[in-house]
């Protein structure tokens, strides 16, 4: 497995395949053929269908800027659901080309080429065989994870932790309506003031998490920095919990960093075994895999074994099975933001029934991400990304049906 410090990048919203993704590659191929004096980049499947939505031609003409940019909805024998490719031209005349890969989570993949990120740090390949080798040699998942890594991890994790905290406390401050056309205003500052006193603890925490969550959503669909977790679409969960223990809870900043290693190697276990991607797998990836990690890194941080962790994090992925990518109107915004706090209160429900679950456990959490994999493989494109099927085309569908079908479809259309 690759190191975990590629799970985490810190970019501008709002999706990590479709914006910091393309952007990393534009600047790529920039740097290969500075001296071109013209550039053609061509966007397929995923990437072309959603690419207004998401600002995927905005983050590649923000690196190469007055680059002639095709959309290529007709292409359908691709590598990858987020295909691009790349031209260089000098005097009208072809330099270079190259094809590259968005895979989830800003990471890219360049046809014919072995990156930095590519190279294996980790000899184990799952989860099974990390926890036989971590209770062979009776050391944690921290000790684990820091004695493959280089001393460049911890500096990078405190970066990411800031970038992670500097939204989160923007976003609780922002008001005004997100970018798109939804008019769909900020609530996170709302959400925040909205506690209660008189509330019970867990409603309070419930409210305080969700209002973290809709924090840094929120910036990401404000296309302001983020990072992902593992992407942009899910990267509310992970910081809103952490977020609560360490300012609400007064964990450590230490104990925050070496969660945050944890989470990144369950990431790190999904993407080697399966993906991350939405235009890939579907939300499940990306949700589903924030959750799992989230809950991973919280089980640590409340000192569970490595058998409830990998419990924790099972059971977050499996209930997360199935579920699509069809933001409406293409944005990462209508279910993405809601999505994202309701996942984080589920992390620390999977968290809670990992205590007493454990023990009879019948599925594995290498069983669930190759079921993830296999589900989203087998999921209709509509559901992946495409802003072809489902809540994607909720705006159209009173049109479709016509007044018959009742007032509940009227009002649907109105959100």
């Known amino acids: 497995m690759r190191s975990i410090i590629s799970v985490y990048k810190i970019g501008n919203g709002p999706s990590s395949s479709h914006t910091v993704g393309p952007y990393n590659a534009a600047e790529y191929f920039k740097e290969k053929y500075p001296d071109a004096d013209a550039y053609k980049v061509i966007c397929y499947g995923s990437l072309a269908y959603t690419g207004e939505g998401h600002g995927t031609g905005k983050a590649i003409l923000s690196a190469i800027p007055k680059a002639e940019l095709i959309l290529n909805t007709t292409e359908t024998d691709l590598p990858h ?242 579920l699509t990518c069809d933001p409406v109107k293409g944005l990462v915004q209508i279910p993405c933001i809601e999505r994202n706090a309701v996942a984080a209160m589920r992390a620390i429900n999977a968290v809670n029934l990992a205590r007493f679950l454990s023990p009879t456990k019948q599925i594995s959490l290498d069983e669930v991400i190759t079921t993830m994999y296999e589900t989203g493989i087998d999921m209709d494109e509509r559901y992946r990304e495409t802003a072809h099927g489902g809540l994607s085309q909720i705006h159209g569908i009173y049109s479709k049906y016509g007044p018959e079908f009742g007032d509940c479809f009227f009002e649907r259309k109105k959100l």
């Open 81 to 322: 659901p987020n295909t691009m490719d790349f031209i260089a031209y000098k005097e009208s005349t072809e330099i270079g080309k190259m094809r590259i890969m968005s895979v989830g989570g800003g990471s890219i993949r360049i046809d014919g080429e072995m990156s930095e990120e590519d190279i294996d740090v980790y000899p184990e390949k799952n989860f099974r065989e990390i926890s036989e080798l971590c209770k062979k040699d009776n050391i944690s998942l921290k000790d684990y994870i820091f004695s493959h890594e280089s001393e460049k991890l911890r500096p990078y994790l405190i970066k990411i932790w800031h970038t992670m905290e500097e939204c989160v406390q923007r976003g609780l401050v922002a008001e005004g309506i997100l970018p798109g056309g939804l008019n769909l205003p900020r609530k996170a500052k709302s959400l925040y003031t909205m506690r209660c006193r008189n509330e019970s603890s867990d409603i309070a925490m419930d409210r305080t998490i969700a209002s973290y969550a809709y924090a840094v959503n929120e910036e990401n669909a404000d296309e302001h920095l983020v990072v992902t977790a593992p992407t942009c679409g899910s990267c509310g969960i992970i910081p809103s919990i952490f977020y609560y223990m360490r300012h609400d809870k007064g964990y450590s900043e230490d104990e925050i960093i070496d969660a945050l290693a944890v989470a990144a190697l369950i990431g790190n276990v999904i993407r080697t075994n399966a993906s991350v991607s939405g235009a890939e797998c579907g939300c499940q990836a990306e949700i589903g895999s924030a959750c799992s990690m989230a809950a991973a890194g919280f089980a640590y941080l409340n000192e569970l074994s490595i058998d409830e962790i990998e419990c924790a994090a099972e059971i977050a992925m499996e209930h997360h099975l199935g």
